[in-house]
């Protein structure tokens, strides 16, 4: 299926003279014919390129590409996925603004929301990731401008019901944000469901081999910005020559609003050798995530049947609490990501992880080699107990992206792991 996608403008198009590969624009500035040809880009950013700290070729190449797999109409690459995250938010909130969050998400992002965004004058609402609709109306306040959430919690593995957070956010008249890491858009695609934002952090599956970190924003260009809530998008920008988002630029005011107000001040764009290396990773996203999948659930399976875990959380098992849910968002499977809780608690999970010889334990996730890390002493360490609860996080509790090995050796690793704990 052909996806018709609207961007900021033409970018790069290979032509059939040209390379198969896409070329790397190694360059931080494009060159103008008259100096009255960069007042009409600053003017129109949509008409050519002005700089790298804003947009470049080969990053307008992925985007086009990301846009289109997510079913959005433009996208904008970042530094990495925090940063995504956090312009995602800046780009719709100010000092005196709210927001509501699923509390079950990445633990750097927690930080990021309950502290940072905090020092900036931001209130972040946490709430249940399986909050009724009732309690999440009741989390709203006057000056709530936003709901985000997870597909795949990272490393609770909640599913996040985006169809029921939309209906809520939509009634509130607020967008909502859809964090799609783990799922990545060939699992599922949550503007489909109902997300206006989405966001990932391109670190991980879509770029699979560890070598850029990098995020993205999609704008699914379905959002009403015009709806009373959000007069930045409605009123002119004195700080870009009175544009008019919403007007200038109908198709996208969210998008173009976030490149040419916080890209132009924070400067967080990747670089083109990092994008480069991205579409290398989207190229094969397909087949790496059957892989994957597969592989997964048949480790899930054995963890599940090994009697070592107190606890297995993986949406593929049918056992799993999110099991229907994983099956209404992603009916091709829940990603590579498995998380257990071994018998014994903290000491008992250090010394099973330590063991592996396979599994890399490492602060990453959601590589093509099987990689293991322990939460509560890494990703989530600044938590407070009381949100290592909420986030769903115990001392036992052992992150396990898997690779793609063959899974009998997968498996014969994690029998080492078991054989030191015994």
């Known amino acids: 299926m052909k996806i018709e996608t609207q961007c900021l403008h033409e970018g790069y198009k290979p032509k059939n003279s040209e390379p198969r590969v896409m070329p790397i624009v190694q360059s931080t500035t494009y060159v103008y014919d008259k100096t009255s040809d960069v007042a009409d880009v600053f003017d129109d950013p949509t008409k050519s390129l002005i700089y790298s700290r804003f947009e470049n070729p080969t990053t307008d190449c992925v985007e086009k590409k990301i846009a289109a797999l997510e079913g959005g109409v433009a996208a904008m690459c970042t530094s990495s996925g925090q940063a995504a995250s ?22 750097g992002t927690i930080n990021l929301f309950a502290y940072t965004l905090k020092k900036l004058g931001i209130e972040c609402i946490f709430v249940d990731a399986d909050a009724s609709e009732e309690e999440l ?33 939509h009634a509130n008249g607020v967008p909502l944000i859809i964090d799609n890491t783990f799922a990545t858009p060939y699992l599922c695609r949550p503007i489909e469901w109902g997300a206006d934002i989405v966001v990932h952090s391109t670190t991980k599956y879509m770029d699979g081999h560890a070598v850029q970190g990098g995020g993205v924003i999609v704008d699914s260009g379905k959002f009403d910005w015009a709806n009373g809530k959000f007069p930045e998008f409605t009123e002119p920008d004195e700080s870009y020559h009175g544009t008019i988002y919403t007007k200038a630029y109908p198709f996208a005011p969210y998008i173009v609003k976030a490149r040419m107000q916080l890209m132009r001040d924070f400067g967080c764009y990747p670089a083109a ?5 991205l579409n290398l990773g989207l190229e094969t996203l397909a087949v790496r995530m059957d ?7 048949k480790v899930a399976k054995y963890f599940e049947n090994s009697g070592m875990c107190e606890s297995v959380n993986y949406p593929g098992l049918e056992s799993d609490k999110y099991y229907e849910l ?5 009916p091709k499977g829940t990603s590579g990501v498995i998380s257990i809780s071994i018998k014994g608690g903290r000491d008992a999970a250090v010394k099973f992880m330590d063991a592996l010889e396979l599994a890399s334990n490492e602060v990453h996730v959601a590589d093509i080699r099987t990689c293991v890390l322990h939460p509560a002493s890494a990703t989530h360490r600044q938590l407070t107990d009381e949100q290592l609860v909420a986030a769903g996080i115990d001392g036992g509790l052992v992150r396990f992206s898997v690779g793609l090995e063959n899974v009998d050796d997968i ?11 015994r």
């Open 86 to 107: 956090l312009l995602s938010l800046l780009n719709i909130l100010q000092a005196g603004d709210s927001f509501i969050s699923a509390a079950t998400i990445y633990g």
């Open 137 to 169: 109306n009741a989390a709203f306040k006057p000056n709530t401008k936003a709901v985000f959430g997870e597909t795949l919690a990272n490393p609770a593995l909640t599913v996040l019901d985006i169809e029921k957070f939309a209906k809520v956010a």
């Open 273 to 277: 050798h990092s994008s480069f290396l």
């Open 291 to 297: 892989r994957y999948c597969e592989n997964a659930l």
């Open 326 to 330: 994983g099956k209404k968002y992603m």
């Open 411 to 421: 498996i014969a690793d994690i029998e080492k792991g078991f054989a030191a704990i």
